[in-house]
């Protein structure tokens, strides 16, 4: 069975940084594309996309493009987003979602086909 396991939420303060993880168990990784997703007022938006192909090519969405990293460390099967330059805007529930066997970079939350069970980042004014 496949799961996935984010940490890293919290809550911190416009203009700081956090990171977060999100832990793959139940199936090979390397293969696997992988992204976050914030769901914030009904809306889960993308924001960024790695491991599509077996690499480490990766897609960002306009919101956080220049400020979020997607990264992942195939030996851990642990994906990451470091998030920089946060703003109120930011805050929401952020999901880890994977898709196996991928050759392209799935935009669409349709698209995932495992999820994990979301973590809470709130950025304060």
């Known amino acids: 069975q496949v799961q996935l396991v984010e940490s890293g939420g919290g809550l911190v303060q416009a203009g700081g940084s956090l990171s977060l993880s999100c832990v793959v168990s139940g199936r090979t990784f390397s293969d696997t594309a992988m992204a976050w997703f914030r769901q914030a007022r009904n809306v889960r938006e993308l924001l960024a996309v790695i491991g599509w192909s077996g690499d480490n090519r990766t897609i960002y969405g306009d919101s956080v493009e220049g400020r979020f990293t997607i990264s992942k460390y195939d030996a851990e099967n642990t994906v990451y987003l470091q998030m920089t330059s946060l703003k109120v805007e930011d805050t929401g529930v952020y999901y880890c979602?994977?898709?196996?066997?991928?050759?392209?970079?799935?935009?669409?939350?349709?698209?995932?086909?495992?999820w994990g069970q979301g973590t809470q980042v709130t950025v304060s004014s």
């Open positions: 979602a994977g898709r196996p066997d991928s050759l392209v970079p799935y935009t669409s939350a349709d698209s995932y086909h495992y």
